[in-house]
């Protein structure tokens, strides 16, 4: 069976920077989406399209295709009393924002200067090319359940 809209694709895979570094990793047949419903990036879908179990592949998706690239307008100073007060804010802390409409946003702060803390809004992959080493694992037809619900069921949560 081919990797097509709806069908329920398991992959392994290793995702590293161009530097060979391992950013991530799924091994076992942990890592299970929804094919055609933009669960995963654009880049991996369209490399994943037509593929089938025990198909072996090597991508580089660009950040155009992955995560988009890095905005300055996504870095920000903001002022200090708008974190908790008990907390000694540090480079690299990460806090839950909002954005104006509304929606989780992660910030990474990236300095201190006083009563102004700079935070990075940018996805901590934008501007990265991704190197996905990938196998198919299995493909399977998705339950109208699944694709109502957008994710994969597994046997054990059979409870929502
Ligand atoms: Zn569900």
Redesign the pocket.
């Known amino acids: 069976m081919q990797v097509t809209k709806h069908k329920v694709t398991i992959i392994d895979y290793t995702l590293k920077d161009n530097d060979g570094k391992t950013l991530d990793k799924s091994s076992d047949g942990n890592f299970a989406y929804i094919h055609g419903t933009n669960s995963i990036i654009p880049g991996l879908e369209n490399a994943l399209e037509g593929k089938e179990p025990g198909d072996d592949l090597s991508v580089r998706i660009e950040p155009k295709d992955a995560y988009g690239e890095r905005d300055l307008a996504n870095i920000q100073k903001v002022p200090r009393d708008m974190f908790p007060a008990d907390i000694d804010i540090k480079p690299d802390m990460q806090f839950q924002a909002q954005t104006q409409d509304g929606k989780p946003l992660f910030v990474k702060v990236t300095a201190v200067e006083g009563d102004e803390i700079v935070v990075d809004g940018n996805h901590p992959l934008a501007g990265v090319d991704l190197n996905f080493d990938i196998t198919i694992v299995d493909v399977r037809d998705a339950s109208e ?2 694709i109502e ?1 957008g ?1 994969v ?1 597994n046997p054990a949560d059979e409870d ?1």
């Open positions: 359940e699944e619900h994710h069921h929502h």
